[in-house]
């Protein structure tokens, strides 16, 4: 199935069609007016640039009409094997569509909405017959039914006609369009970039991210830069003014050499806060007891540092180079892009 994209924005136009395999572009007069278009053939010419096959109307009150200006807007420099005139249904409208594929042109006849019209412009040999399934269902009209009509006479009879799905309103028309095994659809921006978007895709593709990076990721690369290092001469009530700074929940406490004496954390704050009370917040760091801390080099993959935090239940991890504190780990870490 063909797949066109339906506008008239060129921001929209050069973004879909960046994905490379879009077939072409259907666009109308009505869009064009609604983005203040105001040069109709300079955009014709422009657009004619930029997609692979170009859909633009060709009107007229009589069928001479609308060949001239089809033949006028050849004349601007389209090519004829990438250009498809769009005219409406009418009497006139399909005898310009046969005048037109004498002469070897491509046309889509559009602005369908029964079975007669799409008949009448597959026997003038329309290459497209276009029926507008939003604009029918608006009508309480039955748009697949006429949709699929139209299919099983393109296989029944063997016109060489491709019957185009229009009036795309939502993600369940282009499933309607795929069921129907119409040839072509043209579908706005808005609706074509949501076509990809399930849940559960976006779950499992998170969950293969997190998972590369736990096995590729080195934990020196995964630290923000921040080395939340303090004296072991800093007073707690410091202290707690250097956690916020830094924004950890944690703090490693170095002696004047660099070397480790511990690290603090906001849970022994609220722990000597309760045992000793506000006096405890004049105290120097150095001066308390402190276990030895959990720590992992740098150089070690993030999968190893998930399985320390798993093991030891605790949110942030030291992080050494040759056992110098070069920062700290936190578990939120281990979930970022």
């Given at each position: 199935m063909e797949l066109y994209l339906d506008s008239a924005n060129l921001k929209e136009i050069e973004?879909?069609?960046?994905?490379?395999?879009?077939?072409?572009?259907?666009?109308?007069?009505t869009f064009m007016q609604r983005e203040g278009v105001t040069d109709i053939d300079?955009?014709?010419?422009?657009?004619?640039?930029i997609v692979p096959v170009?859909?633009?109307e060709a009107l007229?009150?009589?069928?001479?009409?609308?060949?001239k200006e089809a033949h006028r807007q050849l004349n601007l420099g389209l090519d004829p094997k990438k250009t498809v005139f769009k005219i409406p249904v009418s009497l006139e409208g399909v005898r310009a569509c046969k005048l037109l594929r004498n002469d070897g042109l491509l046309v889509n006849v559009h602005l369908v909405y029964s079975l007669q019209q799409a008949y009448m412009a597959m026997h003038a040999g329309a290459t497209y017959v276009c029926p507008l399934v939003g604009r029918l269902q608006d009508q309480g009209q039955d748009a697949l039914g006429l949709v699929e009509q139209c299919v099983d006479a393109v296989d029944h009879y063997g016109?060489?006609?491709?019957?185009?799905?229009?009036?795309?309103?939502n993600a369940e028309h282009v499933r309607n369009a795929l069921n129907v095994g119409v040839h072509t659809i043209t579908v706005p921006l808005k609706i074509l970039k949501g076509l990809t978007d399930n849940h559960f895709t976006t779950l499992g593709t998170e969950q293969f991210l997190r998972d590369t990076k736990l096995m590729t990721v080195k934990v020196g690369e995964a630290i923000n830069g921040v080395n939340p290092v303090v004296a072991a001469s800093t007073n707690i009530k410091d202290a707690i003014v250097k956690m916020t700074e830094f924004g950890f929940g944690a703090i490693v406490v170095t002696s004047d050499d660099m070397q480790v004496k511990g690290v603090?954390?906001?849970?022994?704050?609220?722990?000597?806060?309760?045992?000793?009370?506000?006096?405890v917040l004049d105290k120097q760091l150095g001066s308390l007891e402190y276990k030895a801390p959990v720590s992992i080099e740098a150089g070690m993959l993030l999968n190893d540092a998930a399985a320390i935090f798993k093991k030891t239940n605790v949110d942030t991890i030291l992080v050494t180079d040759k056992g110098k504190p070069i920062g700290m780990l936190d578990i939120q870490d281990l979930e970022s892009n």
């Open positions: 973004e879909g069609f960046k994905l490379g395999f879009l077939d072409g572009l259907t666009t109308t007069p300079g955009m014709i010419v422009k657009l004619s640039k170009l859909q633009i007229g009150n009589t069928a001479e009409d609308v060949v016109y060489n006609t491709k019957i185009m799905f229009s009036s795309v309103r603090f954390t906001d849970g022994d704050l609220r722990r000597y806060l309760q045992s000793e009370g506000a006096s």
